[in-house]
């Protein structure tokens, strides 16, 4: 689990082109929106592009996903459950 | 039609911009390619927005905001820009994924920027403006109609507004090697010498760049007054000298009152032919100032013929490498000018201006 919050939040930098972040920078339970890392909704389209492509989950249901996106703690503990490679 | 006035500028070209910097030096083309020379952006655009934006965009809108910061005007009434590509890098990120994830799985932020309105939107976004916000895609008369639209709104306009004007396109590596295959740029390009001199062969230098100016109906610190502007598509080999001379008349000026020619002169032998005709309807002893030797021939490069000759008209000292015919004396300043552009014979662009009237500065 831990080698995978690392992963994603690697991949979350990368996706969303946060300059002079780095995966320590992001508390692993910190809101992704608003008061945490300030992203947006192109942002949380981002996400879930960045799920499907990586770990093959798609998320239809936009309600699911925001608290699925809410912190990288909860995106994990999903793609833990759900993923499909 | 009552004239506009250019109030101030800003560029990022390939060229050095700003103060004792401005051309100094002056950078010559490797490869056949200009490229722009990129500012810290990070003085005009906020991170969180700065991250999301490609090459293109950030240039486009550093060079809006920077050109509403050298104004002093927060909120432009309106915002009009002109492109012929508009973000390529954008758009060709977002072709490739449609093909590699089979169109599926996109990211949105790539079709989002690579609209043409994108840096538009960003600068409206940015400074809470309301008003007026166009943006023509016209290939190589995409920037003079942009200043045509401008024209017509201020001209219009029952009281003092400012509208901000510009363009911008950007060159790729995939767009230079696409078009190379067509023959649009030079294969025997040799950079030591002026791009005008080689202009016995087919192809021309590729370029890129942002070009943002205030533009109002008001007079006051003026750098420059933009007359009459006139675009058309396909204009006969023999009409051009013509036409230039028509627009001065219905401007109400007289042809020997044009004291100075901007051409878009670019090293290609199938666009020379039109440059000469209307160079051969004016004395030859007229000077003649060039830029794509400069920026690179692109779809909007009058966007930075234009910024150079503010420079000129606002008391700077041009490179004798500007020059595609020197005038006498260093402290030469035009009264009437007249540009010409072509963009591969198809988009022709003809702007008359002045240099400010006296007492605006």
Redesign the interface.
């Known amino acids: 689990m831990e080698d995978l919050k690392v992963t994603l939040k690697q991949q979350i930098i990368e996706s969303?082109?946060?300059?002079g972040m780095k995966p320590e920078d992001i508390d692993d339970n910190a809101p992704l929106f608003g008061d945490g890392l300030?992203l947006d909704s192109?942002d949380s389209?981002?996400l879930m592009?960045l799920l499907?492509?990586n770990y093959g989950i798609k998320i239809e249901d936009a309600r699911e996903g925001r608290s699925i996106l809410a912190s990288v703690q909860t995106m994990a503990d999903y793609i833990e459950a759900n993923r499909k490679f | 039609m009552k004239p506009v006035y250019i109030t101030h500028t800003s560029a990022v070209s390939p060229q050095h911009q700003d103060g004792i910097q401005l051309f100094h030096p002056l950078v010559t083309d490797t490869h056949g390619v200009l490229r722009a020379i990129e500012p810290d952006y990070t003085t005009e655009i906020p991170p969180m927005q700065l991250r999301r934006m490609s090459r293109m965009l950030r240039m486009g809108v550093y060079t809006g905001m920077n050109c509403l910061k050298r104004s002093g005007i927060a909120r432009p009434d309106g915002i009009i820009t002109g492109t012929g590509k508009g973000s390529m890098t954008d758009t060709e990120k977002f072709v490739k994924e449609l093909s590699e994830y089979q169109e599926a799985s996109l990211n949105p932020t790539p079709f989002i920027l690579s609209t043409y309105n994108a840096i538009n939107g960003a600068i409206a976004l940015q400074t809470k403006a309301t008003g007026y916000n166009q943006t023509y895609v016209h290939r190589g008369s995409s920037f003079e109609v942009s200043l045509y639209d401008a024209q017509l709104k201020l001209h219009t306009a029952p009281e003092p507004q400012h509208y901000l004007v510009g363009c911008f396109d950007e060159m790729t590596s995939e767009y230079f090697l696409v078009k190379s295959k067509i023959g649009y740029w030079k294969a025997d390009r040799d950079s030591s010498r002026p791009l005008w001199q080689q202009s016995g062969s087919p192809g021309t230098l590729a370029g890129e760049g942002a070009a943002f100016f205030m533009l109002s109906n008001s007079n006051a610190g003026a750098i420059a007054g933009i007359h009459a502007i006139q675009t058309a598509y396909k204009t006969p080999l023999t009409d051009i000298g013509r036409e230039a001379h028509t627009l001065i008349s219905r401007t109400g000026w007289r042809p020997q009152e044009i004291d100075m020619l901007v051409l878009g002169v670019n090293g290609d032998e199938r666009d020379l032919p039109y440059y000469e005709a209307l160079q051969q309807s004016f004395p030859d002893t007229l000077p003649i100032l060039g830029f794509k030797h400069l920026c690179g021939e692109y779809e909007t490069s009058g966007g930075f013929a234009l910024w150079m000759l503010c420079q000129l008209l606002d008391g700077h000292t041009l490179p004798d490498a500007a020059w595609y015919r020197r005038p006498e004396g260093q402290a030469f300043r035009p009264e009437k000018i007249l540009y010409y552009n072509h963009y591969r014979g198809l988009n022709h662009n003809l702007v008359l201006l002045s240099n400010a009237p006296v007492g605006t500065r």
């Open positions: 969303l082109n946060l300059q300030g192109i389209l981002e592009v499907e492509r």
